[in-house]
Every structure is written in structure tokens, then in C-alpha cells.
């Protein structure tokens, strides 16, 4: 069951009123309507989402795959540290830039077919990552594989919302979906970590991205046999300058805020922050206008008016902003302040990785069992993983690194287990099928965006208060700001799932 399945307060009070049994409402509320019985989803269509998922999964695997390798390329290719944050953020934020613009492809051209040129795409741009002679190249070839999941990564939510007709089951895909975003993110430092202990044939830190070309063969091969688009296709033009306007407007205010923090602020990197700000500024109003003359926006307006999407963009700016932080935090700490090898650095998530995986398959029954409030929880349980973990780097010196961090890892990875696992099925939610790419590119550009935010923020502080205080001092005072973010998730996930209040009888139904 999804959490948002279990938020049905409204559509029961208004099928009530109309004259219907509360038993009937229910029903509906699971997909079980009077009249024809939607067909259930064949073997084959669950086979797709698997090799859809797989996709999914090389997305958000290459995000965190490189947060254990980073100071190994760091020192194999003598880059400095702004180099090394955009190794990371170059990925995550073109990606971000790309998505919105990779859903209306796939609307326009077909999500398969979109679907399989991002794949083809994304391994040719791992090869090159892994061919990488310099930083430069480096942080290149990762901004093209980037573009290029964000032509794949659309595709596959947009596919599961067109492929299944009974809710029941796509909610249940959809949750899968949050759960491989749960799963990839503490999956990429165990892998990445594994990998370079193993060093393949002296690859090193090459190989965590040489890791992705047989992914991407099996990815390629199982869509063109088993995923289908059922989605009807609409000939429309795409709006470029809405495109034009999104990616530099994103662009320019997290690379500056990345080379501000450790170069200093210019006065080309403050005009660079001032000019995207504009550019998103003339990008909402744009979107407006094409809506209004009836051409079809890169981002319908329309979305907005939709509760889900509202409030599930700025609550996934929050949660996948303070997940992409930590991690990437962590990591850079445990082998930088504390000397852990990459491989140690990888399995002190270990923990982390399994609470994240066993909570999102357990997630639905928490709901049906205890209410909408297990959600919010679920942030909340972040939060305390937050503070608890700070307290275990504080006793790394005399205790076992296990023994120290594996509380607050415990907390941290089974709360964000539930919240990934609601997140996005509940803002999509309700989502037209003509919007489905648009929507959810809109809804994972939030969550790379924010993930490119957070490690960008959070690398910037934790390198100013490193440099004057020490690292364990700004490790300190950057888990006290993640913790205030949890808690700031929480209080956006209890707004997300309070049910509407009840239609008066003089309203309309």
C-alpha cells in the first residue's frame, strides 16, 4: 500500500455524499470500482519495470558511486577540492537541468524510444568518465552523462504511469521506484568502495564507472524486448526557450555557490548567481504565457494547482538535498579527517544501505497499520540518525567505527527508507497521462537539483569551518544544519499527507 493510497479522507467524504456506500469508497480507493474490472498487469509488463527500475538505479548509482572515490581521483588526477565537489555536482545538477526537458521528449517522441537513446547515451559517457586524463575531461564527460540520464530517468516514471491501469498496482510501482532511489544512494558508496579495493586490473577508481556498460547492455537489450509504451503521444513542439531559460537559470547559482566557497566570491560569480536567479524568474513567467496562448509549456502551469505536486516539490528540495549532504559528507569525512580506506569508508554504510532497503519494502504496512504520521516519522528518525551519528564521530578516536556510527546509520537509514520509498508516488499523484513526462521530470529535477545543492552547501560550510576550526568542528555544525533540515521535512511531509477538508454541502461536487 502507498502512502499516497492512504490519504483517502477526501474522495471518501465526496463519494459519500453523492450517495454511495463508504464499502464502495474504499473499494475505489484501491482500485476496485464498480463496472468493468481494469486488467491486471501481465508478467511481461512487470518484467519491463524491472528493467525500467534498472535504469533508474545506474542514475542514481552514478550520483554517490564517486563520494568514496573522490580522493583517490582527487590525488590521481591532482585536482582541488572545488574540482572534486563538481565531479560530483556537474553530474547532479545537469542532470536536473535536463530532466523536465527529457520528459517532454519522451511525450513527444515516445518514452521507449527516448528511454533506449538515454541508455545508449549514458554508456558511451561512463567510457568516456573512465578514460578521463585530467579533471577538466573528467568533470566534461560527467556533465554529458548527466544530460544523458536525464533523457533516460523520466522515461521510466512516465512508463510505469502509462503501463499499469489498475492504481493499486502502479502505486506499488512507484514505490519500488522511490525505494531504488533509497537503495542506489548508499548502494553507490558500498559499490564504489568494493571497486576500488578490488582494482580490476589496475583500473582503480576508473572502474566504478566502467561498472555502468554492462548495466546499460542488459538496460538497452530488456527494453527493446520487454517495455512498451501504452502512453498516447501528442505532436508538439518543444519549448526551447523555456529550456534555454531553465538550464542556465539552475546552472549559475550552484556553480557559483561551489567555486565561491573555494575561491572566494567574485564579482563574475555573484553576477553568475544574480543572472540564474533572473533566468527562473523569466522562466515561470514564460511558462504562463505559452500555457495561456494554449502551445504546451516545458512545465505546465496546470501542475501547480495539483496538491501533491505543490507541496511534493519544495518537501523533496528538502529531503534529497539533506540525503545527497550527508552522504557525501560522511564520506569525504571518514577518509579525509579519519584516514579510512575507501573500502571502510563503503561499508561503514552498510547499515545505512539495509535499513534504507528492508523500511521501504515495509513502508505501506506501517501506513495501513498506523496512519498517515509514520511518513513524517520517518524524517524525524532522520533527524535523530543525524545527531546520533554526530555524537559517534565524536568517540571515533576510542571506540570501534562500527560500534560508534551504527545507531545513528540505523535511524537514518530506516527513516529515509519510509520517506523515499512515499515521496514521489505522492506527488505524482493524480498526474494526467498527457503530463506524465513533464511531471516527473519536473519532480526528480527537484530531487538532483537539490541533491546538487545539498552536497554543493554543505561541502562549502563544512570546508570554511575545516579550515578554521577543524574537521571535526565542521562536521559538527554542518550535522546540526542537515538535522534542522530533517526536521523542516518533517513539518512539509505532515502538510503533504493532512487530508483536505470536507466538501460543505453547499459546494459543488
Not at 57 to 72: E, K, Q
Amino acid at each position: 500500500m502507498n502512502y499516497a493510497l492512504s490519504w483517502t479522507e477526501e474522495r471518501k467524504t465526496r463519494l459519500f455524499r453523492k450517495g454511495k456506500s463508504l464499502g464502495n469508497s474504499v473499494a475505489e480507493a484501491r482500485g476496485e470500482r464498480n463496472g468493468p474490472v481494469s486488467p491486471a498487469a501481465t508478467a511481461a509488463q512487470w518484467g519491463a519495470v524491472w528493467i525500467l527500475l534498472l535504469g533508474a538505479f545506474m542514475g542514481f548509482l552514478d550520483i554517490f558511486i564517486v563520494n568514496v572515490a573522490n580522493p583517490s581521483i582527487q590525488a590521481a588526477l591532482n585536482a582541488g577540492f572545488a574540482e572534486i565537489q563538481m565531479v560530483t555536482a556537474g553530474y547532479t545538477l545537469t542532470y536536473g537541468v535536463g530532466l523536465v526537458a527529457g520528459g517532454r521528449l519522451g511525450d513527444i517522441f515516445g518514452r521507449r524510444r527516448v528511454f533506449l537513446i538515454g541508455v545508449f547515451a549514458f554508456a558511451v559517457a561512463s567510457t568516456a568518465c573512465a578514460a578521463a586524463p585530467n579533471a577538466e575531461f573528467l568533470i566534461g564527460a560527467r556533465i554529458v552523462q548527466g544530460l544523458a540520464a536525464a533523457v533516460m530517468l523520466p522515461q521510466v516514471l512516465a512508463l510505469i504511469q502509462v503501463t499499469f491501469h489498475r492504481d493499486q498496482e502502479r502505486s506499488r510501482a512507484i514505490g519500488l521506484y522511490g525505494a531504488v532511489i533509497g537503495v542506489g544512494v548508499v548502494a553507490g558508496q558500498i559499490v564504489g568502495g568494493l571497486l576500488i579495493a578490488w582494482d580490476f586490473v589496475g583500473l582503480g577508481w576508473r572502474s566504478i564507472f566502467l561498472v555502468n556498460v554492462p548495466l546499460c547492455v542488459m538496460a538497452f537489450i530488456g527494453g527493446l524486448v520487454l517495455v512498451r509504451d501504452g502512453g498516447e503521444h501528442t505532436r508538439m513542439k518543444l519549448d526551447l526557450p523555456g529550456v534555454v531559460m531553465l538550464g542556465p537559470g539552475l546552472l549559475g547559482p550552484v556553480h557559483s555557490l561551489v567555486i565561491g566557497a573555494e575561491q572566494g566570491w567574485s564579482g563574475l560569480l555573484v553576477g553568475e548567481m544574480a543572472g540564474g536567479m533572473v533566468l527562473l524568474i523569466l522562466f515561470i513567467l514564460w511558462e504562463r504565457r505559452v500555457a495561456a496562448s494554449g502551445a504546451t509549456p516545458l512545465l505546465p502551469p496546470r501542475l501547480f494547482n495539483q496538491r501533491g505536486f505543490s507541496l511534493g516539490l519544495p518537501t523533496a528540495l528538502f529531503f534529497y538535498g539533506t540525503n545527497g549532504a550527508f552522504v557525501f559528507l560522511l564520506a569525504f569525512y571518514l577518509q579525509q579527517a579519519e584516514e579510512f580506506s575507501p573500502l571502510a569508508s563503503a561499508l561503514t554504510f552498510t547499515p545505512m544501505a539495509i535499513l534504507t532497503s528492508v523500511f521501504s519494502v515495509l513502508c505501506g504496512k506501517f501506513v495501513a497499520h498506523f496512519g498517515r504520521w509514520v511518513v513524517p516519522g520517518g524524517a524525524v528518525a532522520m533527524a535523530l540518525g543525524l545527531s546520533l551519528v554526530w555524537m559517534g564521530v565524536e568517540l571515533l578516536d576510542g571506540t570501534n567505527p562500527t560500534v560508534a556510527l551504527m545507531p545513528g546509520l540505523v535511524f537514518y537509514g530506516a527513516g529515509g527508507g519510509i520517506v523515499a520509498t512515499s515521496l514521489i508516488g505522492t506527488a505524482l499523484s493524480g498526474v494526467a497521462s498527457e503530463d506524465a513526462g513533464a511531471a516527473s521530470g519536473g519532480i526528480l529535477t527537484a530531487v538532483q537539483v537539490s541533491e546538487a545543492v545539498g552536497v554543493a552547501g554543505i561541502g562549502a560550510l563544512f570546508a570554511s569551518l575545516a579550515s578554521g576550526g577543524g574537521g571535526a568542528y565542521g562536521f559538527a555544525v554542518s550535522s546540526v544544519v542537515l538535522t534542522v533540515l530533517s526536521l523542516l521535512t518533517a513539518v512539509l511531509l505532515n502538510l503533504l499527507g493532512r487530508p483536505r477538508q470536507p466538501v460543505s454541502a453547499a459546494e459543488p461536487t
